[in-house]
């Protein structure tokens, strides 16, 4: 049974960083792309960072391009997404899913990915 194991969320203040995990387990395939999810209060779901284990490809979305970087231990099938210079924006509960796939994606889709329990985040003084 496929498993998604969050951790490293908290409470930082604005400038500090944090790095999360999600080690996923319970499966054989390498065609699937893995990637981290937010959701602030009142927002809707947003795609952050995702890779593609097949070739490593990785998106950002924008307002966080250069302040967070995904990487990977594909052995473990774990990846990680190191947050630096936190803002107070970038509170939210963050999410890992996963998706099977041998299209050329790089997120996973939100009816088609298992998801994580998530893990919350709060940047705040």
């Known amino acids: 049974q496929l498993q998604l194991v969050e951790s490293g969320g908290g409470l930082v203040q604005p400038g500090g960083s944090l790095r999360l995990s999600c080690a996923a387990s319970?499966?054989?395939?390498?065609?699937?792309?893995i990637g981290w999810f937010r959701q602030a209060p009142g927002k809707e779901r947003e795609g952050v960072s995702c890779?593609?284990?097949?070739?490593?490809?990785?998106y950002y979305v924008d307002s966080v391009k250069g302040q967070f970087t995904m990487s990977r231990d594909s052995a473990k099938n774990t990846v990680y997404l190191q947050m630096n210079s936190l803002k107070p924006e970038d509170t939210a509960v963050y999410y890992c899913?996963?998706?099977?796939?041998?299209?050329?994606?790089?997120?996973?889709?939100?009816?088609?990915?298992?998801w994580g329990q998530g893990t919350q985040v709060t940047v705040s003084s």
């Open positions: 319970g499966f054989t395939s390498e065609y699937y792309v």
């Open positions: 890779t593609r284990r097949s070739d490593g490809r990785t």
């Open positions: 899913a996963l998706e099977f796939t041998r299209a050329l994606l790089i997120c996973p889709r939100d009816d088609s990915a298992y």
